[in-house]
């Protein structure tokens, strides 16, 4: 009923930039928070950023000054810039939503499917 659908990874040189989107479709009433994760292989999932609906965000130790977390309410979508790009950084990105779908509901948690960020020479 709802759907994430992240676009925007790829491979990157250290020290490169990319620009990370995910578009929330499907019965949507509205989104609160709305954020990006991380896993790198044999790793946690972990939390890289995230912005509520009034445009407050937070952001994991390791990302803060590079990466910066937008939103566009019109078009229920979530962006991630991410800036000087470190070989750490490598990992499955992952969109993630709270989403209410009618007036009634409590939010609940949907999720992309994971696009792959690689940094590497």
């Known amino acids: 009923q709802v759907q994430l659908v992240e676009s925007g990874g790829g491979l990157v040189q250290p020290g490169g930039s990319l620009r990370l989107s995910c578009a929330a479709s499907?019965?949507?009433?509205?989104?609160?928070?709305m954020g990006w994760y991380r896993q790198a292989p044999g790793k946690q999932r972990d939390l890289v950023a995230a912005?509520?609906?009034?445009?407050?965000?937070n952001y994991a130790d390791s990302v803060r000054g590079r990466f910066t977390i937008s939103r566009d309410n019109a078009k229920n979508t979530v962006y991630l810039q991410m800036n000087s790009l470190k070989p750490e950084d490598t990992a499955v990105y992952y969109c993630?939503?709270?989403?209410?779908?009618?007036?009634?509901?409590?939010?609940?948690?949907?999720w992309g499917q994971g696009t792959q960020v690689t940094v590497s020479s």
């Open positions: 993630n939503a709270a989403v209410r779908t009618n007036w009634l509901s409590t939010p609940q948690n949907y």
């Open positions: 499907g019965s949507i009433f509205s989104i609160n928070r």
């Open positions: 912005i509520t609906s009034g445009d407050s965000a």
